[in-house]
């Protein structure tokens, strides 16, 4: 009898327990809840005792908690067989474009399946096959007139929602060169959608001529969606997402849009943003300039924060946004608040980004 792929139920809780075992005895420790709950299905190899000598999961288009035991079985025959299981699963439901985040160690055994690797480091590596790809995702981003020519900069943000912080950031960028892209991160975990985020981050610079809203696609940070299962702290979990967006923007984004300048605001508040802004000085100079502008304050000497705003839209105290958001995201808050406020009543967490 050879190798046969089946479905592992984690639902199930003696199925759950034997592939944690499992994964555990290849030096994989994190089962939180964060990174569990996210998995859509999971996929088992058995050998010819119908031991478990293999596994992988899907959550969305990423592929995760992917390990084989290559006691007597030809190097390579198994991780082969469980990913082409789950990547010809992933096909069978349309998905086409995958990802895989991993142990930098593991980047050429996914690189042998057709896989390309977009950035790596030390410790992880980020890798992308299908389609549409990194190419498509750049050509399809708007160009203007002479832009080789041109003094061109980037932001990216997550603008949930769009304050006078954010806005107060791109018009100093703007200020300062000749074309400003300004990157919205993609992921629909926030309190306001990606859809929601965008046009008000469109609709709150449309003044700014010079100034481009793309959407970030999924090449711009996004701490939800990067899995880090295989990362034994939280410390390296935050530096290994940022460095792998670092090195993406600088080697792949940024040359091909002639982004010479990358700004961010200050980072007071959050340790994690602030790890962010580190890691950016750390990775993106001498090819990208990394420009930190200090953070607007409200009138009462407060920074302005995204937090602030959504704290306030669910003690339901609307006034007290006046003066921390653009006019175009006031009115859409003051639209949308009924919705906003049943999105936070049904768990949505509005700490954080």
Same mark, same amino acid.
């Given at each position: 009898?050879?190798? +046969?792929?089946?479905?592992?139920?984690?639902?199930?809780?003696?199925?759950?327990?034997?592939?944690?075992?499992?994964?555990?005895?290849?030096?994989? %420790?994190?089962f939180?809840?964060?990174?569990? =709950?996210?998995?859509?299905?999971?996929?088992?190899?058995?050998?010819?005792?119908?031991?478990?000598?293999?596994?992988?999961?899907?959550?969305?288009n990423?592929?995760?908690?992917?390990?084989?035991? !290559?006691?007597?079985?030809?190097?390579?025959a198994?991780?082969?067989?469980?990913? #082409?299981?789950?990547?010809? @699963?992933?096909?069978? $439901?349309?998905?086409? %474009?995958?990802?895989?985040?991993?142990k930098?160690?593991?980047?050429?055994?996914?690189?042998?399946?057709?896989?390309?690797?977009?950035?790596?480091?030390?410790?992880?590596?980020?890798?992308?096959?299908?389609?549409?790809?990194?190419?498509?995702?750049?050509?399809?981003?708007?160009?203007?007139?002479g832009?080789?020519?041109?003094?061109?900069?980037?932001?990216?943000?997550?603008?949930?929602?769009?304050?006078?912080? %954010?806005?107060?950031?791109?018009e100093?960028?703007?200020?300062? !060169? =000749?074309?400003?892209?300004?990157?919205?991160?993609?992921?629909?975990l926030?309190l306001?959608?990606?859809?929601? @985020?965008?046009?008000?981050?469109?609709?709150?610079?449309?003044?700014? *001529?010079n100034?481009?809203?793309?959407?970030?696609?999924?090449?711009?940070? #996004?701490?939800?969606?990067f899995?880090?299962?295989?990362? $034994?702290? &939280?410390?390296?979990?935050? @530096?290994?997402?940022?460095?792998?967006?670092?090195?993406?923007?600088r080697?792949?984004?940024?040359?091909?849009?002639?982004?010479?300048?990358?700004?961010?605001? #200050?980072?007071?508040?959050? @340790?994690?943003?602030?790890?962010?802004?580190?890691?950016?000085?750390?990775?993106?100079?001498? *090819?990208?300039?990394?420009?930190?502008?200090?953070?607007?304050?409200?009138?009462?000497?407060?920074?302005?924060?995204?937090?602030?705003?959504?704290?306030?839209? *669910?003690?339901? !105290?609307?006034?007290?946004?006046v003066?921390?958001?653009? &006019?175009?995201?006031q009115?859409?808050?003051?639209?949308?608040v009924?919705?906003?406020?049943? +999105?936070? *009543?049904?768990g949505? !967490?509005?700490?954080?980004?």
């Open positions: 009898m050879e190798n +046969r792929i089946v479905d592992l139920h984690l639902s199930d809780r003696a199925t759950r327990q034997k592939w944690q075992q499992f994964l555990e005895s290849l030096g994989i %420790h994190n939180s809840d964060a990174e569990v =709950d996210k998995i859509d299905f999971t996929l088992g190899l058995l050998d010819e005792q119908g031991q478990l000598v293999g596994t992988g999961s899907a959550a969305g990423v592929l995760k908690y992917i390990g084989v035991c !290559n006691k007597e079985a030809v190097p390579g198994r991780f082969n067989a469980i990913v #082409s299981a789950l990547t010809n @699963r992933l096909f069978q $439901e349309h998905r086409f %474009h995958l990802f895989v985040f991993t930098a160690r593991y980047s050429a055994s996914f690189q042998h399946l057709g896989f390309k690797e977009l950035a790596h480091s030390d410790v992880a590596a980020f890798l992308e096959t299908g389609d549409p790809n990194v190419d498509d995702y750049l050509a399809a981003v708007p160009r203007v007139d832009q080789a020519t041109k003094k061109v900069a980037g932001i990216v943000m997550n603008a949930n929602p769009f304050t006078n912080g %954010h806005r107060y950031l791109v100093q960028a703007a200020e300062e !060169n =000749d074309l400003v892209y300004v990157f919205v991160v993609n992921t629909d926030s306001f959608r990606t859809s929601e @985020r965008f046009e008000l981050v469109k609709t709150g610079t449309a003044d700014l *001529k100034v481009i809203v793309v959407d970030g696609g999924d090449y711009m940070v #996004s701490y939800a969606t899995p880090a299962y295989f990362l $034994e702290s &939280a410390d390296q979990t935050i @530096r290994y997402q940022t460095t792998l967006d670092a090195r993406v923007f080697d792949t984004i940024a040359p091909a849009l002639n982004i010479k300048t990358r700004y961010v605001g #200050s980072e007071p508040l959050s @340790r994690t943003t602030g790890i962010y802004n580190q890691v950016l000085q750390q990775e993106l100079p001498p *090819k990208v300039a990394l420009k930190i502008i200090d953070r607007k304050t409200a009138t009462n000497g407060n920074y302005i924060t995204a937090t602030e705003v959504r704290k306030c839209i *669910k003690d339901d !105290n609307l006034d007290a946004i003066g921390l958001v653009p &006019a175009t995201t009115k859409f808050v003051e639209d949308h009924a919705i906003l406020q049943e +999105r936070i *009543k049904e949505m !967490n509005i700490n954080g980004n």
